[in-house]
């Protein structure tokens, strides 16, 4: 059921940080300067394969390209955005490849190969 009173705001207790984006039907992370893997909100949300709605902007992660999260460039297109996610059902495939993509590109237990590829893309160059 969607949250129209703003109840949904403010801080979770820790034992709820994950099942709360895990039971959400939408997670919402707009910020103006552009989604980054440092927006632990949305990454909690990434985590458990959620559907994520954020914004496009000067430090958006260029990783997030391809991981399913729906990135709008402006305040105005994130509105549009998020009524049209809303509005479609979400699929267990989908989800699934959700929460691949971020095992695959974010999990921190994964960050040592992925520094070690950023480190020999950066020699090569």
Known sequence: QADTQGAGRGRLPRS???SAPRRARL??????DGLTSRRTSAMAALSVGARVVSS???L??????????ALAPDRH?????ARAVWHTTDQP?????????????LD???WDGYLL???LEEDAA
């Open 117 to 119: 590829r950023r480190l």
């Open 60 to 69: 958006c992660d260029e990783r997030l390209a391809d991981s399913g999260v």
């Open 77 to 81: 297109a994130f509105v549009s955005l």
């Open 56 to 58: 496009t902007g000067p």
């Open 27 to 32: 997670v919402l992370a707009p910020f103006t």
């Open 108 to 110: 921190p237990r994964r």
């Open 93 to 105: 495939a989908a989800r699934a490849g959700r929460l691949r993509w971020y095992e695959q590109a």
């Open 16 to 18: 709820e940080v994950l």
